[in-house]
């Protein structure tokens, strides 16, 4: 697989998102969480900071460096390099997670990062959450 | 001697059972505990609908920086007018120094997002099941916010106004 680049990761995450969603699909913290992701073209993301956020999680993750919430707004996806697709599932865990962190843990997106921990070798917590995320990277690259 | 070793029993009991708490009327002027216990209690009797005496808490909160008692004179003001609350866990998630959010949570900004969520500015359930409110301002910016569960999610202000098409996606 090729490397993609942060537009075509987030993407990916979005549609590994909706897969979670259609497993179950219940409102409530996890079905916020989506909703705020959701990008509207020509716009950005539904909650504007969700964009930036992203942004912000690839770079630590490429980096090490943490991107301040005022800063967050001046990243574009030229600040940040291609990603495979490993990398881009740790970028979207780190994302989720920081989330999840800043509205006080909630258990239904906890259980959910439990599901989705990744140790490289040994693959996912639950082996289904690598399997959904390589097939919405397989579509991402397809439709490019 | 027996009563002189009375008289001294009784001077020891009475200052062992003297309550050694500030008085309600001096509190507030202490560190954060102090402070703590007054955030409690105006958070307690605003639960208890019981408004006059959260105020009169409030009043005891010298210490309290002039814009934490104005958030709270809010909150007190917003849950008499019925106003839909905050979920408190979602506070750092809403004030951020972003675009889209309000940088502070100030009593003013609470007021903005919590006066949107009326019947009158409902735009429709998005397709998660929030249930979306917004609304313009007069020099153009549009309030946002989401509700779910009885509690206010998230919210903000777009300076460019969303359609209700893309507000609800």
Known sequence: MTAMNPEQTYQAVLGFLEMQWEQRPVPGEFGLFCDYCTYIPGKGTKDPAMWGDWLAAVKKLQTGVDVPDPARDALTPDAVKPLDSEQAYLAMFEFIKEYWERVSRPAEIGDLLGRMRYSPGAGTADPEMWKRWLAVVEKVQANR | ?169
């Open chain 2, 1 to 169: 001697m027996r009563r002189w070793m009375s008289v001294v029993l009784v001077a020891v009991v009475m200052t062992a059972c003297h309550p050694r708490y500030v008085p309600l009327d001096e509190r507030g002027v202490g560190g954060s505990g102090s402070l703590d216990s007054i955030r409690a209690r105006v958070l307690a009797c605003i639960a208890a609908r019981n408004y006059d005496q959260a105020r009169e808490y409030l009043k005891l909160a010298a210490d309290m920086s002039e814009e934490e008692q104005a958030r709270f004179e809010q909150m007190i003001s917003a849950a008499e007018r019925n106003l839909v609350p905050f979920l408190e866990k979602a506070l750092p998630h809403i004030f951020r120094q972003r675009a889209g959010h309000f940088a502070q949570d100030t009593a003013a900004a609470r007021e903005l997002i919590q006066a949107t969520v009326t019947e009158a500015n409902f735009v429709g359930l998005s397709s998660k099941g929030s249930q979306v409110y917004a609304r313009l301002l007069d020099a153009g910016a549009q309030i946002w916010v989401h509700v779910y569960n009885g509690t206010i999610r998230d919210g903000g202000r777009n300076d460019v106004p969303w359609s209700v098409a893309e507000l609800l996606q």
